[in-house]
């Protein structure tokens, strides 16, 4: 029982993780109906800035705030004068965008930083002793302190998208950019603040997730996988569900884990394979995803 | 990007693209009008036998050019191959592909394994390469019957990504994270050749030229014929194509299957050029987006852009490796990338014959009317008769 609840808690850990990220997809989906491919690489680079910032003596807490600032001015810059000008010409031109960013964002990590692995430091309390013991399982502080940030992220953008004006507009632009306009919404204004909000996200999960999850340093790949799994969990929720993000997220973690701990012949090593099959399942069978919203094509 | 790639085949609408001058007349008084040349004319034969005689001059170049060199070269080829094929799934069909490392990778150690393991020719293992990951790609192609564009994406980047970690679960056969090592004596040239067991690398140079042109011309077969039609009809519009009778489903699958393949033959030869193969090093996600780089710079649905492509792919890291702890490459294939989606979305090579088509225009030839000699010419041809 212990060790199922240990297999438990380390899938709940690992999925909230790919649910923040996924969370950010959504967040870029919802209004602008398109992924952002960089994702994963906005965050790398705020991680970035955090550690730096850690290097010079800053607080680790000070540096998250400072390096969600710059994931947000870094996504409204990318949508405003990368992602926006040729939305309009086709899918593919903002693919390639999104591409370029992802490749030049990583070379510039390694160009300023260089390409080492490195240290971070821990946001979280995960002290050798900083556990609740649960029927023999250990439930780390630093999996609680996840799980609440997850909670938070969650609670807030509910009442971003529900309570406040700028959530309407979202929400509107998402529907219908057209009708929105002409209602006096400002498109292009709420597409940028929904990709900066995203960057942010994508920022504060790197800061807390980077520590937690194998191999806790910092190197310039770390979000290649993570980008994937998050991609996994969007597309099972359909990309634009707060919800089906959240439940694609732990769920993907929990498989994971359980997978790994009781199907010892995958040997612990197949867990991109793993997200790779759920991606082409669901797309193959449920395009719009198990929570999405049924999209409508006009031909 | 993709409305305006397919400026090379200019024989495809030519009405669209004589008709071009007379919308700015102003324009066209300035600039001379520019030099018509027939398909099939002493003329177009002239430009024709140049740009061969320029073509056979850089391959005697590479032949005599030192080591290094001309394994550069060599590399040059495969990545041109490899990227030939990327060009068949993205550049005709638009189905964008960021996973082609995987399938390249999977043709390497198709060719690697079957040497190590089972001591089969280098040569023999060529088309098993190109069979296998012709397979490989009809089973990744699959889901581009019913998804589309970003999400495609996804699952070329997933594939791309997960590749490594396959092989090295299955570590009795490809070595796993330890690598996948061919010896010398495997990969020597075969006896007819005349080349001894140290002249590999002027060996892989020939074969992987003759592969290069044989791929580039199966490719412009393929793109020309009405397959190729039915390729670019299922990019441009896949509604309208299908409503035109084209079987958009066999269609996205084939082509992603033949670009996979195309792609394995590069890996094939990539084997044999590098000799030891470790898939965390060797394929990973930024190969992948190596490659789509180069095809975005050549240019994509071009025919020769692959050649561009490749030639950026080895030497942009080469000349930049210095700079930026050996990371610029990849922050100059990334502002590349973008600038050119801005600057030249058909790429080098769309830009470059945009460029030309100022001076010179290849058209198609003025269908001549067949009159049979005893026919007399008053009377009206009959239907079913060409003219």
């Known amino acids: 029982m212990s060790i199922f609840l240990t297999y438990l808690i380390t899938g709940i850990t690992s999925g909230a993780i790919y649910a923040l990220m996924a969370l950010a997809l959504v967040v870029v989906f919802r209004s602008s109906s398109t992924i952002n491919f960089a994702q994963g690489e906005f965050a790398l680079f705020c991680c970035y800035i955090a550690w730096w910032l850690t290097t010079k003596g800053w607080p680790i807490a000070a540096a998250l705030v400072v390096a969600m600032a710059v994931g947000f001015i870094m996504g409204v810059l990318a949508e405003r004068f990368l992602v926006r000008p040729v939305r309009r010409r086709n899918e593919v031109a903002t693919l390639i965008v999104g591409i370029g960013l992802f490749t030049a964002l990583n070379g510039a990590d390694g160009w300023i930083w260089g390409p080492a692995d490195k240290t971070f430091p821990q946001l979280l309390p995960d002290g050798a002793r900083d556990y609740v013991n649960i029927a023999g399982a250990r439930l780390h502080y630093d999996s609680i302190g996840i799980l609440l940030s997850l909670i938070v992220v969650v609670g807030v953008l509910m009442l971003l998208f529900q309570k406040t004006p700028l959530g309407l507009q979202m929400r509107a632009v998402a529907t219908n950019p057209e009708s929105s306009a002409l209602s006096g919404v400002k498109v292009g204004r709420v597409l940028s603040a929904s990709w900066g909000i995203s960057a942010a996200i994508g920022a504060f999960a790197g800061v807390l997730l980077i520590p937690v999850l194998p191999p806790n340093q910092l190197d310039l790949s770390s979000f290649f996988n993570i980008l994937i799994m998050a991609s996994a969990a969007a597309l099972f929720g359909g990309l634009d569900s707060v919800k089906g993000a959240v439940v694609g997220g732990l769920g993907l973690g929990v498989a994971e884990s359980m997978l790994n701990g009781y199907v010892t012949f995958l040997g612990g090593s197949l867990q991109l394979t793993i997200a790779l099959m759920l991606i082409v399942i669901v797309l193959v069978f449920k395009p719009t995803g198990v929570f999405g919203a049924r999209r409508i094509e006009r031909v | ?387």
């Open chain 2, 1 to 387: 990007m993709t409305a305006t790639s397919s400026l090379e085949d200019d024989s495809i609408k030519p009405s669209m693209e004589t008709s071009a001058p007379s919308r700015w007349p102003s324009r066209a008084k300035r600039r001379k009008d520019p030099i018509i040349v027939e398909r099939g004319s002493k003329a177009h034969l002239g430009m024709i036998t140049i740009g061969l005689i320029m073509a056979v001059g850089v391959i005697t170049m590479g032949a005599g050019a030192g080591q290094f060199q001309q394994s550069q070269l060599t590399q040059v080829m495969i990545f041109a191959i490899a990227i030939v094929g990327l060009n068949i799934a993205t550049g005709y069909t638009g189905l964008v592909s960021v996973g082609h490392s995987a399938f390249f990778g999977l043709g390497a150690y198709t060719t690697g394994i079957l040497i190590v393991n089972y001591g089969w020719f280098p040569l023999q293992t060529i088309p098993v390469a190109l069979v296998v990951c012709f397979i490989a790609g009809l089973i990744v192609g699959l889901p581009s019957i019913r998804i589309r564009g970003l999400y495609l994406a996804i699952v070329t980047l997933a594939f791309g990504v997960a590749f490594p970690e396959i092989i090295n679960r299955f570590q009795s056969l490809t070595g796993g994270a330890f690598g996948l090592t061919i010896r010398m004596r495997q990969l020597a040239p075969p006896g007819w050749t005349g080349y001894g067991v140290n002249e590999e690398g002027k060996w892989l140079y020939w074969l992987s030229l003759v592969v290069l042109i044989v791929v580039m011309v199966v490719a412009h077969n393929l793109v020309r014929n009405r397959w190729g039609l039915a390729l670019m009809a299922t990019r441009d519009h896949e509604i309208a194509a299908s409503s035109c009778g084209v079987n958009v489903a066999v269609v996205k699958t084939v082509a992603f299957g033949v670009s996979g393949a195309l792609a394995g033959v590069g890996g094939s030869l990539f084997a044999m050029y590098l000799g030891s193969l470790v898939a965390n090093d060797s394929f990973t996600l930024l190969l992948a987006i190596s490659l789509l780089t180069g095809l975005v710079i050549g240019g994509e649905g071009t025919r020769f852009g692959p050649i561009l492509g490749g030639l950026a792919v080895v030497y942009v890291p080469y000349y930049t490796s210095s700079w930026g702890q050996g990371e610029s490459a990849a922050v100059i294939f990334g502002a590349l990338l973008i600038i050119l989606v801005f600057v030249a979305p058909e790429g080098i090579t769309g830009a470059a014959f945009r460029l030309i088509h100022r001076w010179v225009r290849v058209v198609p030839r003025t269908p001549q009317p067949f009159v049979r000699p005893d026919q007399p010419s008053h009377l009206p041809l009959k239907k079913g008769t060409v003219a």
